[in-house]
């Protein structure tokens, strides 16, 4: 069964440091999203993407976050100079029309 | 802003009955419905959606909607140990819009 995939699986890096999270979607779907899940906290919505551009992007996703699909299989989120609250988990999604799937998640850790 | 309000429990079931969870939305326009599960530290599963008023079922899941109420429910029959985690219930806002997600309800149950 086509899975949503991400890597890495943990990413652990220095406040102000670059991080970029990569995602490969299920590969028929057209809307690739991103969210967020502080520990102990509700998943949040950051980003949603359609035919190469941003669809729609939630208070979060201020101008340190961008998102890219540079190729035909991968869409990645970038988050250029990390602060302590970005530590988190990272999902993606993909969906086809309405029912969006998960990636396993990323794991970031900002030290 | 759309909210999605639910109990965060824990909801405790004895193995073999029906766990009932539920969710009310703020927004009386949405159209669709998720449910969720997450294991603890994995990423959310999609285990059921609804679109229309009344109920749906799907092996052990049925979830019911009600949208005069502004309410859907999840009912879990023959509750298993292993339907043990977090259930989240979920509001897109369409198209590609991100969802919007409740806290989750915390279920357990016990062998």
């Known amino acids: 069964e086509p899975e949503v995939t991400q890597t890495p699986s943990h990413q652990v890096t220095q406040m102000g440091q670059e991080v970029i999270l990569r995602c490969v979607p299920i590969?028929?779907?057209?809307?690739f999203y991103w969210y967020r899940q502080i520990l102990g906290q509700k998943v949040e919505f950051l980003v949603s993407?359609?035919?190469?551009?941003?669809?729609?992007k939630s208070e979060i996703f201020d101008d340190q976050f961008s998102v890219e699909r540079p190729d035909g299989s991968n869409f990645t989120l970038k988050i250029r100079s990390t602060k302590l609250e970005d530590s988190a988990m990272y999902f993606c999604?993909?969906?086809?029309?309405?029912?969006?799937?998960f990636g396993p998640g990323t794991r970031l850790t900002v030290t | 802003q759309k909210e999605v309000e639910q109990n965060s429990g824990p909801l405790s079931v004895p193995e073999g009955a029906i766990a009932s969870l539920n969710c009310t939305y703020s927004?009386?326009?949405?159209?669709?419905f998720f449910w969720y599960r997450q294991y603890s530290g994995k990423s959310p599963e999609l285990i059921m959606f609804?679109?229309?008023?009344g109920d749906k079922e799907d092996g052990r899941f049925t979830a019911q909607l009600n949208k005069a109420s502004q309410y859907v429910s999840l009912l879990i029959r023959d509750s298993q140990p292993s339907d043990s985690a977090t259930y989240l219930c979920?509001?897109?806002?369409?198209?590609?819009?991100?969802?919007?997600f409740g806290k989750g309800t915390h279920l357990i149950i016990q062998p």
């Open positions: 999604a993909s969906s086809e029309v309405d029912e969006q799937y």
């Open positions: 590969s028929n779907h057209l809307y």
């Open positions: 993407f359609y035919n190469n551009e941003i669809s729609e």
């Open positions: 927004d009386r326009g949405s159209q669709s």
């Open positions: 609804i679109y229309s008023n």
């Open positions: 979920a509001v897109p806002g369409g198209g590609a819009d991100g969802l919007t």
